[in-house]
């Protein structure tokens, strides 16, 4: 693995950098710096008001439906423990004493993720939070070696990622309406409403696995990190409706007795 220079490379092809999908230049920098993989992930702030999170990852497709469909950000240990700390974050050094803890790092690995990574959490001067993770397939002797050599071109790389995605994310750019499928807003407007996947699946006659992957399909295509964020992009673009009432509408009132 290459020590030192992540910085420096990125400055020099940061312009390749998509405004909502940096997928491919994360991938050429996993590849020429010994990474497994690459996260981005914009929570939220007033520096990019429309904004509901921006994700940019090279994990697996297959790693992803596993991660939303079982609603892991929820108790993903990395993202809790990335938003309340301002150091980066040994992934090996969380602690695993609590049993969602170990199933979500025991399940990683069984998808070929290794729990050798660091995350840096981004706090932005308008009050912006973002999460950059970097992890390694490395022994635990050589990641501690490598982490402690690279650590400060990891944070400053993880600045940079960010202060790039940001002016991205603010260009102003033509407004596109993503084509989701009927089912897909169908289970969107029941998510929105607060249903779960197991709710939804009986009301639309459908198994809860079925909905999860039209659930997952939705998150891909709308560039959403987590189902919220998938229903407050969806509302925003006209797929569903934004109202509280709106169950009214969907559902026949009872007849009278």
């Not at 940096?22 to 996260?39: D, H, V, Y």
Request: aromatic letters at 10%; glycine letters at 8%; proline letters at 4%.
């Amino acid at each position: 693995m290459l020590t030192g220079g992540l910085s420096e490379y990125f400055v020099d092809n940061r312009e390749s950098l998509g405004a909502r999908n940096g997928c491919g230049l994360l991938s050429r920098i996993a590849e020429k710096f010994g990474f497994s993989n690459i996260t981005y992930f914009f929570v939220s702030g007033r520096a990019v008001p429309d904004s509901d999170g921006t994700l940019m990852t090279t994990y697996a497709k297959e790693w992803q439906h596993h991660y939303f469909s079982r609603n892991y950000e929820e108790i993903d240990p990395i993202v809790l423990t990335g938003m309340n700390k301002f150091l980066p974050i040994d992934w090996s050094k969380i602690p695993k004493v609590k049993k969602n803890t170990r199933r979500f790092f025991g399940e990683a690995k069984e998808f070929g993720i290794s729990d050798q990574g660091v995350t840096i959490p981004v706090r932005g001067a308008s009050g912006e939070t973002a999460l950059v993770s970097l992890n390694a397939d490395l022994a635990p002797m050589d990641w501690s070696r490598y982490l402690r050599h690279g650590v400060s071109d990891f944070t400053y790389f993880a600045y940079l990622l960010h202060r790039e995605a940001l002016r991205k994310m603010a260009q102003p750019a033509r407004r596109t309406r993503t084509h989701l499928t009927r089912r897909e807003k169908e289970v969107l407007q029941w998510a929105a409403l607060g249903k779960t996947s197991w709710e939804t699946s009986r009301i639309l006659s459908l198994s809860e696995r079925t909905v999860e992957f039209y659930l997952s399909n939705a998150l891909a295509k709308l560039g959403a990190a987590t189902k919220a964020q998938a229903v407050s992009k969806a509302i925003h673009q006209g797929h569903i409706i934004a109202d509280a009432f709106v169950q009214s509408a969907i559902i026949p009132p009872a007849s009278p007795r």
